[in-house]
Structures are given as C-alpha cells and as structure tokens.
T-cell receptor, first 114, second 114 residues
Framework: DAMVIQNPRYQVTQFGKPVTLSCSQT?????MYWYQQKSSQAPKLLFH???????NEADTPDNFQSRRPNTSFCFLDIRSPGLGDAAMYLC?????????????FGPGTRLLVL | AQSVAQPEDQVNVAEGNPLTVKCTYS??????LFWYVQYPNRGLQFLLK??????LVKGSYGFEAEFNKSQTSFHLKKPSALVSDSALYFC????????????FGKGNQVVVIP
C-alpha cells in the first residue's frame, strides 16, 4: 500500500544534542510537509517542500532545518533541542500544493528531550 | 486570514447514538474544508473534504459532513457511533486565495460510551 512512513516512532534525545527525524513516502507526491504537534494542540506547520523548493513558515525557529534529498525522503533536523521542542512531529504529503489537495499524514515521531 | 473554530472541547455520546462534531470557518475566498481523525499516539487520518458541489459529503468509516455556506459551518456526523470512534477530531480549512497553509481547529475529543 502507498503510504507515508516515519522513523523512528519514538525518539529520546538530550538537551542540546542534535537529532534527525525521517520521513519517506511511496505516494510519489510532489509536496512534503513537517508539522509540530504539542500535547492537546492542533498541528502547527513548520515548513514544506514543493519538489526541491523549500518554504519556511515565518515563525519557525532557526533551530529547525529540513532536507529533501529526493522525491521520496524528507528529514527534519533539530540542531539544539530544548525542552520546549518535545512534541509529536508529523510528516505529510500532497500530490500538488493546490488548495484543494488532500494532505496525507504519517504516524508521527514522538520526541522526548531530557 | 483563514481559520476554523471547534467550539466544544469534548463530545460525549452513547454507543449507537448519532454523533455530531461541530466546525465553523472563516475565509476570504472559497472554502476548502477537511476533517481528520487522530487516534492516541498516531498521525492524522483523512476522513473527507468539501471542495465544491453537493453540500453533503460522504467519507471514510461511515462519516459524513454537511457544508452550510450561510452558517459558515461544516459539521461532521455519523448516524450511529461506535466505541472505536473515540478519538480526536480536527477540522481544517484552506481558502482559494493561494494560501497553501492548512489551518486546523483546536480539535475535539470524542468519547463514545459503551
């Protein structure tokens, strides 16, 4: 089945230690998104890639970076995680960036910062 | 700016009874509306969307939603709730003015009582 895969499902890191979260997709979609979801809150868009074009949200901290080496994979890098970065990180894809396009989400990676 | 409101924090319903989760929206252009469901420690699953056409939209798992332009609402409904429908439900909107951002509501926790 075509799907969005996130690894690992759970990640524990130490305060200030860089961490990378991974997302892959078999849908062959052009757009990949990263969301941060804190407990009992709505997902918040961090950035997205349309093909190789990177689009950063204005309020995304510089601590968060992303890479998309090819169509299938997208990575979220947190350079120096703080306690406030503990959250669920959701990857999503859509065929195109149009307003009518559905976004399909992966299962998420729950990040714990010690 | 586009936004959605989900006025209730939690919806309690007895198994077998009709389930309604409320959503109202505010957009500048034509609304494109989505419903997602999230089970504990999982990603968001797409249920249904309204783009244009028939005001009653049918989706996955027996859910449907009714678009009401005059009331700017897009309530999610299911005729007969199951215990397995207990989850967090998010309404989201994009508008037709080229803003690629999907704006989520705060979510509604649905509890189906056996």
């Amino acid at each position: 089945d075509a799907m969005v895969i996130q690894n690992p499902r759970y990640q524990v890191t130490q305060f200030g230690k860089p961490v990378t979260l991974s997302c892959s997709q078999t849908l062959n979609h052009n757009v990949m998104y990263w969301y941060q979801q804190k407990s009992s809150q709505a997902p918040k868009l961090l950035f997205h890639y349309y093909d190789k074009d990177f689009n950063n949200e204005a309020d995304t901290p510089d601590n968060f970076q992303s890479r998309r080496p090819n169509t299938s994979f997208c990575f979220l890098d947190i350079r120096s995680p703080g306690l406030g970065d503990a959250a669920m990180y959701l990857c999503a894809t859509s065929r195109d960036p149009g307003d009518q396009e559905t976004q399909y989400f992966g299962p998420g990676t729950r990040l714990l910062v010690l | 700016a586009q936004s959605v409101a989900q006025p209730e924090d939690q919806v309690n319903v007895a198994e077998g009874n009709p389930l309604t989760v409320k959503c109202t929206y505010s957009v500048s252009g034509n609304p494109y509306l989505f419903w997602y469901v999230q089970y504990p420690n999982r990603g968001l699953q797409f249920l249904l969307k309204y783009i244009t056409g028939d005001n009653l939209v049918k989706g996955s798992y027996g859910f449907e939603a009714e678009f009401n332009k005059s009331q700017t609402s897009f309530h999610l409904k299911k005729p007969s709730a199951l215990v397995s429908d207990s989850a967090l439900y998010f309404c989201a909107v994009r508008d037709s003015y080229g803003n690629n951002r999907l704006a989520f509501g705060k979510g509604n926790q649905v509890v189906v009582i056996p």
